[in-house]
């Protein structure tokens, strides 16, 4: 096996993905990142549904609605305060209107009565622990898969790069192709076109291939 960077272009350009996969899993290998694990499959948690509804007012459950009204009717007959602090930590008390967030309202909630807790609670406990396993080892595997993101974002670049090299080649060569035949077949006067549209510097095994071409029409 090789590390990413000791790849040339053409072993690049050559990698199927079974070798991609090796690879990486080598690189992360060296580098002291863990294989990935099997992802964690969703775990779907559903709470037991609860079995009475209840209507809060000032701190106080009713199972009837009725209730909560002749409450509210009661309150309504009388100052209601809130208390307040001063900017010294004193306390003093607000009077409130019907309008205020803080003024008592009835509330609906869905409760469970103590008998159908008594029947799920087995149940749901075991079901909390098997999504907190599941949290924890999404968890792990979230952690591990962005470890091993660097190394294939590293193989990708590389990967890429070789494929864009590979077709500026290919570009070049159908170019010298083509001012080979409008030089008639002349090598010399063909690279000498060549060398005015195109820097070779960066393709110095192109330069070689055009020299010697040149080299052996003589």
């Known amino acids: 096996m090789k590390r990413i960077e000791e790849y040339i272009e053409e072993e690049l350009l050559a990698l199927t993905p079974e070798e991609i996969a090796n690879t990486i899993d080598y690189e992360c290998a060296e580098l002291g990142i863990p294989l990935l694990p099997t992802k964690p499959l969703p775990y779907n948690f559903v709470a ?79 079901q909390i622990k098997l999504n907190d396993e599941h949290k924890e080892a999404k968890k792990i595997y979230d952690a591990i898969l962005e470890d091993r993101s660097e190394v294939v974002n590293a193989l990708q670049e590389r990967i890429s790069t070789a494929k864009h090299r590979a077709r500026r080649v290919a570009e070049i060569r159908a170019q010298w192709k083509r001012y080979l035949e409008l030089a008639e077949n002349n090598p010399s006067i063909a690279l000498n076109f060549l060398l005015k549209v195109q820097d070779l510097r960066e393709y110095p095994e192109l330069m070689t291939e055009f020299t010697e071409w040149n080299l052996v029409s003589e």
């Open 48 to 126: 037991p549904s609860r079995d009475i509804e209840a209507y809060c007012i000032g701190g106080l459950r009713f199972d009837n609605r009725d209730a909560a009204e002749g409450i509210l009717t009661v309150i309504k007959d009388y100052k209601v305060y809130k208390e307040d602090y001063s900017d010294y930590n004193f306390k003093y008390l607000s009077e409130l209107n019907e309008n205020d967030y803080s003024y008592p309202k009835i509330e609906q909630a869905s409760y469970y009565t103590k008998q159908r807790w008594d029947e799920i609670e087995t149940e749901l406990k075991r």
